[in-house]
């Protein structure tokens, strides 16, 4: 068995995971290297999802029985945890959403309805990059569109990077929002925010950071990342489906008008008019997702015994020694930084001339689950003139023996189509 420095105990680590003592496609035990569009989920989030539903399944916030009250605790609880885990510094900054794409759609709608000075209108520009998910491009297209607004990006490098060669033209006077990946979902590359943001910040433009690829798999201090907004997600990083995250800034939060209107988010109400309740609430309208939320919190307090930092070494060896065996696969082309430097644990890749859909289904029928396509992130793919790619992506219970397993099943199928 293959041992690298910084690895995390994993032998133990996956007793935590049933699914992952499935044996699938003739007793095959799963290999599973999809962890970059939905991680596997622990036995101690499944507990505390099914006593929840068992014990205090109510609705929250106004109920005075005792389920109302402790569905409450737990909802509320919940965003104690995950402003502890990003490192708020308010737990009212943290709204909870469905997913990501809900958070940022969230964003792109409060700048397109807001008054000065964060309005979004037919004057004024909105930045983001070529390599982001179709989450961080539509909804600003969309507001583009709805408002005028020229809308910009950053272009990459051959090697998979942001070219910021040109940072000065890109974000300009008139930019009021840059929103950006933090981590690739398609690359694994890491950008850099600290210069991204000092530009905007010179001009004037708030910027939002889509963390989904990140929050999972390192330390995410959003006080030092000096954003205005981050999103992430809940089903990538052992919680649930179904639950979001946005993190705003209180002042920004308060002086921006919400997206969706109904129960819960309002202070009062008439057939004239109404007035909101403060944030987190004002942008929380309706039933929320109540479950999802505690289940999320099970996870943080999940990856908090582990240690983000424990975390992040053992998926860097594992890219690492990734990189370096998929770099011996004759005609596999990684796309995205051939290092493991400055990059996350999703690594795509293409093989020769094999279409990735039917390496994906080669590979499968040995029992390895990888993601094929363009990964949400098509203006990747047009810009490396290819197709789809392959992509193979790590988490904490993610092992070497794996990695040898994928490699072994490339070379299947490269026999296999000859």
């Known amino acids: 068995m293959t041992q690298l420095p910084g690895l995390l105990d994993t032998e133990a680590l996956r007793k935590d995971f049933p699914i992952l003592d ?5 007793g095959r035990k799963l290999v599973y290297l999809d962890n970059a ?8 989030v499944l507990d505390v999802l099914s006593e929840y539903y068992e014990q205090h399944n109510a609705n929250v916030h106004r109920g ?7 569905a409450t605790a737990l909802y509320e609880g919940a965003r104690d945890k995950v402003a502890e885990f990003i490192n708020a510094p308010s737990r009212d900054e943290v709204i909870f959403t469905k997913n990501a794409s809900e958070s940022l759609n969230l964003v792109a709608n409060m700048l397109g309805w807001a008054d000065e000075p964060y309005r979004v209108d037919s004057e004024t520009e909105i930045v983001i990059t070529e390599m982001e998910h179709h989450s961080n491009i539509v909804p600003w297209q969309l507001l583009a569109q709805r408002t005028g607004a020229k809308l910009k990006w950053f272009g990459l490098t051959d090697d998979g990077r942001l070219d910021l060669s040109n940072i000065d033209e890109i974000i300009t006077e008139k930019t009021k929002i840059v929103s ?3 981590v690739s979902n398609i690359l694994g590359t890491i950008n850099p925010v600290e210069a991204i943001v000092r530009r905007a910040q010179e001009v004037g433009a708030l910027v939002c950071v889509d963390a989904s690829q990140a929050a999972p798999h390192m330390p995410l201090d959003v006080q030092a990342l000096q954003a205005d907004f981050v999103a992430f997600t809940g089903h990538k990083m052992c919680g649930p489906t179904g639950i979001g995250v946005l993190w705003g800034r209180q002042e920004l939060l308060e002086d921006l008008p919400p997206f969706l209107g109904g129960g819960e988010m309002i202070e009062t109400v008439s057939m004239h ?26 996870a943080i307090d999940y990856l908090n015994s582990i240690g983000m930092d424990k975390i992040l070494a053992h998926e860097h060896a594992l890219t690492e020694y990734a990189v370096k065996k998929l770099g011996e696969v004759p005609d596999l082309r990684i796309i995205g930084p051939t290092t493991a430097e400055d990059r996350g644990a999703a690594i795509s890749f293409t093989l020769g001339d094999i279409h990735p859909h039917d390496v994906g ?5 040995q029992g390895i689950a990888v993601r094929v396509g363009h990964h949400c992130a098509r203006p990747v793919c047009l810009r490396y003139g290819i197709p789809a790619t392959t992509r193979a992506s790590f988490y904490l219970y993610s092992t070497p023996a794996e990695i040898d397993a994928l490699v072994d099943g490339l070379e299947h199928v490269r026999n296999f189509f000859g």
Do not use: C, M, N
Not at 39 to 44: D, E, F, G, I
Not at 276 to 287: D, L, Q, R, S, V
């Open 37 to 44: 569009a939905t991680s596997q989920t622990p036995r101690q």
């Open 22 to 26: 499935r044996v699938i496609h003739d």
């Open 64 to 70: 005075v029985h005792v389920l109302a009250e402790e």
């Open 180 to 182: 950006f990946v933090l």
């Open 361 to 365: 289904q080669v590979l499968d029928e």
């Open 273 to 298: 008019s109404s007035t909101y309740a403060p944030a987190p609430h004002k942008f929380e309208a309706g039933t929320p997702p109540i479950a999802q939320a505690v289940g999320l919190g099970a």
